[in-house]
């Protein structure tokens, strides 16, 4: 599976959904570094006082698997992934503990 254009189109269809109405007063920035496999989502900007600077999604491609470093997407990126043919075993909650990670239905690394 061609798993590095699988992650783009879930970071791009994540930032159409973030970025529809109503727009937000913050930007939703979108990074791809294919050579060292990261993959962010972030939304930077202002609304009202508030400096906004957040990471929703920051994905890793290490050792062909898919590592979710941190998600807060509602539904959780996973399924997304899962939804498009990735297989439970190619998929790693990197911000879950790794002791806690044999608990989950994902890989443990």
Same mark, same amino acid.
């Given at each position: ?8 189109? %879930?970071?791009?269809?994540? %930032? ?6 109503? @727009?937000?007063?913050?930007?939703? %920035? ?17 609304? @009202? ?15 062909? @698997? ?11 990126? %996973? ?31």
């Amino acid at each position: 599976m061609d798993y590095k254009n699988i992650i783009k189109r %879930a970071l791009e269809e994540y %930032a159409i959904q973030l970025s529809s109405p109503p @727009k937000p007063s913050y930007e939703i %920035a979108l990074a791809f570094d294919d050579e060292h496999g990261q993959y962010i989502l972030r939304e930077i900007g202002w609304t @009202k006082s508030n400096w906004i600077r957040e990471t929703p999604l920051h994905i890793v491609l290490r050792d062909n @698997k898919i590592w979710i470093e941190e998600d807060w997407i509602e539904d959780g990126i %996973a399924t997304y992934f899962l939804k498009y043919g990735v297989p439970n075993e190619d998929i790693v909650l990197g911000f879950q503990p790794p002791q806690m990670r044999q608990h989950t239905e994902f890989a443990v690394a």
